[in-house]
């Protein structure tokens, strides 16, 4: 029987009278609704997702995410609450199967009633005042932290989060001279004021803090108050959609605009990709072109804690929900906002991006020739973008495989004697394009294999034997090289058509997700009947390289791997709650270019001798070091003197790396792309340490000889 026939027979289920308190909240949800989300969520994951994971495999991780969404800093909840949660954790696949799902609405109500407890909590305890002075610390990791056993417990916890925010808010006004009436906006660089640990303490200055904190936390409890039954319920319905793996969503329905946050995260006005994590708003990837990208400061895997405009004052926006976070980021062109983030080795810093559009010219494929002893071209891919609503033959969209083969022709009419491939921070795009550009250096072949959730396997092939280009490659890469750029750095390194330079592995995101429409599958007589269900994201492919193994969870693992700045964050598909495992397939018949002039081994040795010498690589080695060591250090002081060392320490670390060397202005943290758009592309390959190398090591022993 089919899904159609089957969801019709269920539909006549759903006329079934319903509870008298499922009535009375009619007006704000609709229980028929939500059971039929769940029936159809229970039907499409288990039967059409990649993994064919069942629906009671997944539960346990389908609970922890549901938990973690509803409080994912351990603020509220007790652990009495948890494991009457728990209950229902290896239930989930029969609640949604039948459609009545009780843990949402547990959830809920446990929640709001900690919600209020905690507000009076935290009222009480802004009123008792705090001993600024008193030797205290807090944990911020909540991966490091149980949820409180008592409310004493839970009442000491929150004690020390509203200290901390005290600490904090008072030496904010103490540098900007607010205890004297006048705020200094222009201190944005300057380092904390280095009070004397003796200094007495600005009493009215201290008030003025408890009373903003006290009216910050006012706004987060109300805020935390009008998340609705239908909230939780999406809440609960996502957490079941990433259980398979974390690419797959459900996504509520919304107006057009709120649809696309959902899908990409964009931040409109400023460019980037974000995600809800652990109850914070997380940078992914920043976009190609846009505002942030062009002042440089903001990088993914920041966290976002606060928002403001110009001379406005700043919205905590922790804990907000990823829409609500985007509205207070959003603005017009041309208008200012600062951003205060938490960097990944815990330092914090306010940004400021003036608001813009995407400057189209930078998303494209770009070219030069690298300064050196020998011709050697470069060619940037930020990523591989197509327009396909604008595909076909009288098309006047740019494409990625188009642009590419004109840069490369250009290239070849230098007569360059090698090719740096620079694929660091692109995302990935269009899979045709990331195939059509592998075949450029290919006379023919398998390029990728792509498997369905059906268990059938396509192996996309470069279909033509012409060969734009046969000379040496080098290509670069980091962790933020994703999904597509694999398939190309991937297939190049099984040929052995190209060396592979960078940290020690990609991204790791071998897997492809369909949209599928929930409303789709109705029967046009309930269509009407029923307001929109939304849909869902589903992951339905995985990628696999000719030679067998999967993109997947690995990434793409270097010949020579280098240091770099990003080598002490845990950012990857390997990182990621429940992703989807590595695995092989059979490998496909190829044949391997035999006219690599490079021997890995001996490519090694020369690059480690190299970056040993290097300046810019000793500093490159500090700064991770201590920014793993930071990074790790989450347990933090809660004490005046302890917070203002804190900061006068981190702001004496920002003074130094400002005076780093001018060679190094282009490399942190290790993008490709530098921050000043003014430096002409040559100038900035030259300030770029990684291209050096490339250059040195194709001077060395590809073009030695010419």
């Not at 969801?7 to 319903?18: D, E, F, I, R």
């Not at 996502?238 to 509520?252: E, I, K, T, W």
């Not at 398939?487 to 330079?501: E, F, G, K, S, T």
């Not at 006219?595 to 090694?604: A, E, G, L, W």
């Amino acid at each position: 029987m089919s899904f159609f026939h089957i969801l019709a027979a269920w539909l006549v289920l759903l006329a079934l009278p319903v509870s008298a308190s499922a009535k009375a909240t009619a007006a704000e949800f609709d229980v028929d609704r939500n059971r039929l989300i769940a029936y159809m969520l229970s039907h499409q994951l288990a039967s059409q997702h990649f993994a064919h994971k069942s629906l009671d495999a997944v539960s346990p991780a389908a609970f922890d995410l549901y938990l973690r969404q509803i409080d994912p800093r351990k603020r509220f909840l007790l652990l009495e609450d948890v494991e009457q949660l728990r209950s229902h954790a290896d239930r989930i696949g029969d609640e949604l199967r039948r459609g009545r799902v009780e843990l949402a609405d547990r959830g809920a109500e446990l929640l709001n009633l900690r919600i209020d407890e905690v507000e009076a909590m935290a009222a009480a305890l802004l009123d008792a005042g705090f001993d600024p002075h008193g030797e205290d610390s807090l944990e911020l990791d909540p991966r490091k932290i149980h949820y409180a056993v008592s409310t004493a417990e839970l009442r000491d916890r929150w004690r020390r989060i509203l200290k901390l925010q005290a600490l904090e808010t008072y030496l904010d006004f103490l540098e900007q001279g607010k205890n004297n009436g006048a705020a200094q906006t222009e201190k944005k660089k300057e380092q904390p004021a280095a009070s004397p640990a003796d200094e007495p303490l600005n009493t009215e200055l201290w008030s003025r803090a408890v009373d903003k904190v006290r009216e910050r936390n006012k706004r987060a409890f109300h805020r935390l108050r009008q998340e609705t039954r239908q909230d939780h319920y999406n809440l609960f319905f996502d957490a079941v959609a990433r259980a398979f793996d974390p690419h797959s969503n459900y996504m509520p329905p919304s107006s057009k605009e709120d649809f696309d946050i959902h899908m990409s995260g964009s931040l409109e006005g400023i460019g980037a990709l974000l995600r809800e994590d652990d109850g914070f708003i997380k940078i992914v990837r920043i976009i190609p072109g846009s505002a942030a990208e062009r002042q440089g400061e903001l990088q993914a895997e920041d966290i976002i804690l606060s928002v403001a405009e110009k001379d406005g004052e700043p919205v905590d926006i922790s804990d907000m929900r990823i829409r609500e976070a985007v509205s207070h980021i959003r603005g017009p062109k041309g208008s200012e906002v600062l951003l205060t983030v938490q960097k990944p080795d815990s330092s914090k810093k306010t940004i400021s991006i003036i608001r813009d559009v995407v400057q189209i010219e930078e998303t494209y494929v770009k070219s030069e020739i690298a300064d050196g002893e020998h011709k050697i071209g470069y060619i940037r891919i930020p990523s591989f973008y197509r327009d396909f609503a604008a595909a076909g033959p009288m098309s006047q969209s740019r494409n990625s495989t188009n642009d590419f083969r004109r840069e490369l022709w250009n290239l070849r009419q230098n007569t360059i004697g090698g090719l740096i491939l620079d694929l660091r921070d692109n995302g990935g795009g269009s899979l045709s394009d990331a195939v059509d550009i592998t075949g450029m250096f290919l006379p023919g072949g398998p390029v990728v294999q792509v498997k369905n959730a059906q268990g059938e396997i396509k192996v996309l092939e470069d279909a033509d034997a012409n060969i734009l280009y046969d000379g040496p490659i080098i290509v670069l890469v980091n962790k933020f090289s994703a999904s597509a750029s694999e398939i190309l750095a991937a297939a190049l390194q099984d040929y052995n058509r190209a060396l592979i330079i960078g940290g020690d592995h990609t991204h790791g995101k071998g897997t492809v997700q369909s949209i599928v429409d929930l409303n789709r599958n109705l029967p046009l007589l309930h269509r009407k009947k029923y307001d929109d269900l939304g849909a869902l994201k589903m992951t339905i492919q995985k990628f696999y390289r000719i030679n067998g193994e999967s993109t997947q969870y690995k990434g793409v693992e270097p010949d020579v791997v280098v240091p770099t700045m990003l080598d002490y964050l845990k950012s990857g598909e390997k990182h990621l709650d429940y992703s989807l495992p590595w695995n092989m397939l059979e490998a496909v018949p190829f044949r391997p270019w035999t006219r690599n002039p490079f021997d890995v081994d001996r490519v090694r040795e020369l690059s480690n001798a190299w970056t040993f010498a290097s300046p810019e690589f000793a500093k490159i080695r500090e700064r991770v070091e201590k920014a793993r060591e930071r990074s790790e250090q989450t347990r933090i002081p809660v004490s005046l003197e302890g917070v203002r060392k804190e900061r006068l320490e981190l702001a004496a670390l920002s003074e130094r790396e400002e005076e780093k060397p001018e060679s190094l202005d282009s490399l942190l943290p290790d993008h490709g792309t530098p921050p000043d758009r003014d430096i002409p592309l040559r100038e900035q390959l030259q300030k770029d340490p990684y291209v050096q190398l490339a250059v040195y090591i194709m001077n060395e022993l590809a073009l030695s000889n010419e």
